[in-house]
C-alpha cells in the first residue's frame, strides 16, 4: 500500500530489496533501490511517474488499491527510462485516455520504447498545470541524465519531484533521508552521482543553479530512487553543487592488475612512498580485477590523483585496466592528475599506452610514469618508494 508524504501526496512506488545490478552490468547496487511514484490527490489526481518494467503488474495493483485508477486525471513521465516508465504499458491498457505529461524528447522515448502513441502532452520549462489548489511547474532538466529528464514542482506542498537528480540506489523500509543511517546514504548518495551524473557536472551545476535563481520554497525533495529528503532537504542540493565543481578530496587512489604479483608488489611500495611524504592523504589501493567497477569509479570520482598499474601483456595492458580506463574516461572528469606505472618481462609498452589513455581522459600527467623489469628486488623497491615520495 502506499505511504502518505502529506495530505495529498502518496508514495506508491516499488522497493526492489533484491536489485544488485544497474544499467545491465554497468552499476553494482548492493543495498538495493526503489522506483518511487508519487500520487497526487487535490481537485485533480495525478501520477507521478511508475515502476520498472519486472514490477509492471505488481504496481498497478497495488495502485487499485490506493485508487479508481479511472479517477487518474494526468500522468507525468519527468523521464522515459524504463525504470521510470516500465508499468506504463500495464496502466495504460487501464486507462488508455489519460493525458501524459513529458518533455518532446520525453515522447520520442516513450514511444521509441514501447511504440504507442498514447495522449501525450509536450510540455518545457516554466509551463504549468493547475489542479485545483496547487499548480505543477515543469523544470526540464536535460542530460541530468538523459535528454527528456525533467523536474516538477508542485507549489504549496513546496516539493520538488527531481526524477534522477538528488537520487541513490539504496533499498530502505524507511521513506526519509534523515531515517536511515547518513553515512550509508551519503556514500551511496556520492556513488550515484560519481556513476551517472559526473558526466554532466556542467550541467547539473548550471541547473541547480537555474533552480535556485527561482527562490521556490523546498520542503521537501522526492528523487526517483532511493529516500525523500525531508529534513533541511537542500542539504543534497548543496553536495550537488560541491560535487559538479571539479570535485576532489585528499585522496590519492592506486588502481592496478597483477599477473604474477610483481606489479601489487610496486603499488605497495609506491603507497608507501606517499606516506613517507604525506601522512594526511589517504591512499587507496584497488585491484580493478577484484574490486567493484561502481565503488572503483566512486574513489577515482573523489581523488586528486590516480595512479594506475598493469603489467605489459601481450605488448598491452590487463582487460580489467582496459575497462576501467574506458568508464573513466566516459566520466569527463577534470582537475586531477594522474601517472602510471607496471612491471614487465619483455617489451614493457603498458605502462606509455597507460599514460596516453590517461591524457585521453583529461588528466594532468605529472610523471613519465614507472616500470620494471621482473619481479621488484631491493633496488626497484626502492625506486617505487621515491617515485610515491615524488608523487606526493
Not at 505543477?136 to 514542482?153: C, G, N, R, S, V
Not at 590519492?252 to 612512498?273: F, H, P, V
Request: charged share 25%; net charge negative.
Amino acid at each position: 500500500m502506499g505511504k502518505k508524504i502529506t495530505e495529498k501526496v502518496t508514495w506508491v512506488g516499488k522497493v526492489d530489496w533484491e536489485l544488485k545490478k544497474f544499467h545491465g552490468d554497468e552499476y553494482t547496487t548492493d543495498k538495493g533501490s526503489s522506483y518511487n511514484s508519487y500520487l497526487i490527490r487535490d481537485e485533480k489526481t495525478v501520477l507521478i511517474d511508475t515502476a520498472w518494467l519486472p514490477y509492471d503488474k505488481e504496481f498497478v495493483a497495488n495502485l487499485k488499491k490506493e485508487i479508481d485508477l479511472n479517477k487518474i486525471d494526468y500522468i507525468i513521465c519527468n523521464h522515459g527510462e524504463v525504470d521510470h516508465s516500465g508499468s506504463l504499458p500495464e496502466l495504460m491498457r487501464e486507462i488508455p485516455n489519460t493525458p501524459i505529461y513529458c518533455t518532446a524528447n520525453g515522447i520520442k522515448s516513450i514511444q521509441g520504447q514501447y511504440h504507442r502513441n498514447w495522449n501525450f502532452i509536450p510540455v518545457k520549462t516554466g509551463d504549468t498545470l493547475n489542479i485545483g489548489e496547487s499548480t505543477l511547474t515543469f523544470i526540464e532538466a536535460p542530460m541530468l541524465h538523459w535528454p527528456d529528464t525533467m523536474f516538477t514542482y508542485m507549489d504549496k506542498e513546496n516539493i520538488l519531484f527531481s526524477n534522477d537528480g538528488f537520487g541513490q540506489h539504496l533499498a530502505s523500509e524507511h521513506l526519509y533521508a534523515h531515517e536511515v543511517d547518513q553515512a550509508v546514504l551519503y556514500q551511496e548518495a556520492i556513488k550515484y552521482y560519481a556513476n551517472i551524473l559526473a558526466p554532466f557536472s556542467m550541467i547539473a551545476n548550471r541547473k541547480i543553479k537555474e533552480i535556485l535563481a527561482m527562490n521556490l520554497p523546498i520542503d521537501l525533495i522526492a528523487p526517483s530512487h532511493g529516500v525523500i529528503w525531508k529534513q533541511k532537504p537542500t542539504q543534497i542540493v548543496e553536495k550537488y553543487l560541491e560535487w559538479s565543481e571539479n570535485y576532489q578530496e585528499n585522496q590519492i587512489t592506486i588502481l592496478y592488475d597483477t599477473m604474477w604479483n610483481d606489479t601489487r608488489k610496486m603499488a605497495e611500495m609506491i603507497a608507501k612512498g606517499i606516506q613517507n611524504k604525506d601522512k594526511q592523504v589517504t591512499i587507496k589501493l584497488l585491484n580493478t580485477a577484484k574490486e567493484d567497477k561502481t565503488e572503483v569509479l566512486t574513489e577515482v570520482f573523489k581523488s586528486k590523483m590516480i595512479l594506475v598499474g598493469s603489467p605489459t601483456v601481450n605488448n598491452g595492458y590487463l582487460y580489467s585496466i582496459a575497462g576501467i580506463l574506458e568508464m573513466i574516461k566516459g566520466l569527463k572528469l577534470k582537475n586531477k592528475k594522474a601517472a602510471a606505472f607496471g612491471s614487465y618481462g619483455w617489451s614493457g609498452e603498458a605502462v606509455g599506452q597507460i599514460t596516453q589513455k590517461l591524457k585521453e581522459a583529461g588528466f594532468e600527467i605529472v610523471n613519465d610514469g614507472l616500470k620494471a623489469m621482473w619481479t621488484p628486488n631491493q633496488v626497484v623497491k626502492e625506486q617505487c618508494i621515491k617515485f610515491g615520495e615524488e608523487i606526493a
